[in-house]
């Protein structure tokens, strides 16, 4: 027989008792503070107003982007050069197609029926 050593315990975890909170009787627990009727009233109707408030400032916002959208463009010097341009190149268009008309053999005279 070897050593007739006894087998030495293993060593197990144990809960400790609570220790009493230094402010009171009860233990500290998580979760926050209890709050009285009158104080989660008091939290709701804050957070309703904060929530009015955010909500009013997102109408606020989305008013005046629209009012920017709808305001009339300033003039620009060139809008007179921009529409001649235009109907310059609207002109050289009907030239062009009174030339692919008469292309099509569609004698050339007139306009043409076109489509």
């Known amino acids: 027989m070897a050593d007739q050593l006894e087998p030495t315990p293993f060593k197990a975890w144990k809960r400790e008792r609570p220790v ?3 402010g009171g ?4 627990m998580c979760g926050g503070p209890e709050y009285t009727a009158a104080q989660r009233l008091d939290l709701m109707r804050e957070k309703q107003r904060a929530m009015d408030e955010a909500a009013r400032e997102r109408a606020e916002a989305e008013a005046r982007k629209a009012a920017k959208r709808r305001r009339p463009k300033p003039a620009d010097e060139d809008d007179d050069f921009l529409a001649a341009e235009r109907l310059r190149k609207d002109r050289y268009a009907v030239k062009l197609l009174r030339q692919d008309d008469s292309a099509w053999g569609g004698g050339g005279a007139g306009t043409g029926v076109l489509g």
């Open 20 to 22: 009493a909170s230094p």
């Open 25 to 28: 009787t009860r233990p500290a």
